[in-house]
């Protein structure tokens, strides 16, 4: 059996590398690349997991599944910052077409379970879309915090737009990753990362 489609697809994954996000990495060298980003928050959600707000209710191997694919739509729509309300106008209906352009690359039934776990997390109504969502949103977060916040510096990004836009995401996940956000983001104002 000659694994052509499963080769080809993996070889598209490969330009997650070449896609640069906003985000540094910590010591603020360089910006990372969507491809470091996958692998740190497939971990970081392994991590966090024990905190899960329902941890019962939440199939980590399925959040990890999620996590791992999610971000592969930036290879034809790029990233587009969490923060920049213009550039996330018509961003689902552009990640939409490169998901089903990659995705489409594989055989059923792979192909299918791809698009569900896309669509599932893009949604983030199940308790596993939940808690993968508020990871995915947690680690840029504790990056800002934790390096220069260039990113956020960069953008103006406001206290308040950060508070609005991300405390609601982890307050459904988790209450331990919550009371971190609160003392992370007192943190960041403190060291004026954010406006």
């Known amino acids: 059996m000659y694994l052509e489609k499963e080769i080809e697809f993996i070889l598209t994954l490969d ?25 740190q928050v497939i971990v970081f959600a392994q991590i966090l997991f024990p905190y899960a707000r329902n941890k019962e209710k939440i199939d980590l191997g399925r959040v990890i599944k999620m996590l791992s694919i999610h971000d592969v739509v930036e290879i034809d729509a790029g990233d587009t910052f969490f923060y920049d309300e213009k550039a996330n106008e018509g961003k689902f209906e552009r990640e939409l077409a490169s998901a089903e352009r990659i995705f489409g690359i594989l055989a059923e039934p792979m192909k299918s379970e791809f698009m569900n776990l896309w669509l599932e997390f893009e949604a983030g109504e199940t308790e596993t879309a939940i808690f993968a969502s508020a990871v995915d949103r947690m680690i ?15 953008a103006g990004v406001e206290f308040e737009k950060v508070q609005k836009m991300l405390r609601p995401r982890i307050e459904l996940a988790s209450e331990d990753m919550l009371d971190t956000f609160d003392v992370l983001i007192r943190k960041a104002f403190d060291e004026d990362k954010l406006l």
Not at 16 to 39: C, G, M, P, Q, Y
Not at 141 to 149: A, D, L
């Open 15 to 39: 330009q997650l590398k070449n896609v640069i996000r906003r985000n540094f990495n910590h010591d603020n060298s360089r910006r990372e690349n969507t491809a470091e980003h996958s692998w």
């Open 140 to 154: 840029p977060f504790v990056m800002n915090c934790f390096n220069n916040g260039l990113s956020w510096i960069e």
